[in-house]
Structure formats: C-alpha cells, structure tokens
C-alpha cells in the first residue's frame, strides 16, 4: 500500500452535457485506510443535477437515431478508452475505496467486459426468440423480440464511504422518472 500513496493528490471536475465543470464546493476524498486525502473533487449541487437530467434526455434524442453499427462503435470506443486507463482507475478506486488492488483490477474489468457486451447487443438485429406457451391458445408458438432504446438510463453512484453521502431525501430523485419518460 505504501506505493500507493505516493501519488500525487489531483483536484478533478465533473463531466456535464459534454464539458467538463469545475464549480461547486471542493470535497476531499480520503483513503478509509490512513484517513490521507487522495484526490479533491467538486460536487455538483441542484443545478447541476437538473441540467444533467436535461442533458441525459437530449442525449437519447439523438442517440435514438443512430445506426447500430454506429452505438456499438461508440460503446466499443469507451471499453477501449477504460482499458487503455485500466491501472490508472485501478489505483484511484483501490486507495478511493481503501479495497485490494486485485480486486479493483477485478471491478475494471467488468465495466470493460459490460461495455463490450452493450455494444455487441446494439447490432442483434435478428431478435430473440421466445416461446408463446403462457397460455393454452398460443402453446407450441414463438415470438421474436426487437429491443429498441426507449430512453435513457439515469444511474446513481451510491459513493463509498470516504465521500460524503447524498441526505436521505433528495428532491430532484422523486421526479427523476418523470422527467426521463
């Protein structure tokens, strides 16, 4: 662990519609390990999180209409960019989160192999199929399932313990769904 802690403490911004931002309060993050500060980081505050919703849907508008091929370039492109910085996230979520750096290896790797299988399922033109036998008029019957991106997908990372945690009740989440459909 002790080589670990030689790097030098970075402040990042977050990324948003495209841009990186630097605004907002400066959190540290500490190893849970020492209790060092590894990194800074801004937080977002409201705003923020409403124009990333916003962002998210006008994203999906034009993501809709991409050919299949061209998602799963695109999805292709972020696995390649992940692996090519594996060690590097490695590092960050090992003294982030105070764990074995085995094990994020581990946790890299599953965002590379889950980015690689997205866009391997954005060019399955040719469908599922599924058997129809639910019920007695359709026994012995197949259908075929076409998935079609249907909007976008809002994820929360639930942050570890060293950062602070969002308050029980956040406004902005009871809308969340709303907004998105």
């Not at 124009?51 to 034009?62: D, E, R, S």
């Not at 061209?70 to 490695?90: D, M, N, P, Y």
């Not at 199929?129 to 991106?149: E, K």
């Not at 570890?160 to 989440?173: D, F």
């Amino acid at each position: 662990m002790a080589d670990m802690t030689i790097a030098p403490v970075a402040t990042h911004g977050f990324f948003l519609d495209g841009k990186w931002l630097e605004e907002g309060d400066i959190v540290e993050v500490r190893a849970p390990y020492d209790g060092a500060v590894v990194g800074r980081v801004y937080q977002g505050r409201r705003e923020h999180a409403e124009a990333a919703i916003a962002a998210a849907v006008k994203a999906f508008g034009t993501t809709r209409r991409l050919p299949a091929f061209e998602r799963q370039r695109v999805l292709r492109q972020i696995a390649t960019g992940i692996l090519e910085r594996k060690e590097e996230f490695s590092r960050t979520l090992a003294q982030e989160a105070g764990k074995p750096i085995k094990t994020a290896r581990i946790e890299v790797d599953r965002s590379i192999f889950t980015f690689n299988i997205a866009a391997e399922e954005t060019v399955r033109g040719y469908g599922e199929y599924l058997p129809l036998d639910w019920q007695q008029s359709t026994a012995g019957r197949w259908g075929i399932v076409r998935r079609f991106p249907l909007g976008p997908i809002a994820g929360i990372w639930w942050r570890t313990r060293s950062l602070p945690r969002w308050p029980p009740a956040v406004p902005w989440c009871s809308n969340l769904r709303r907004r998105l459909l």
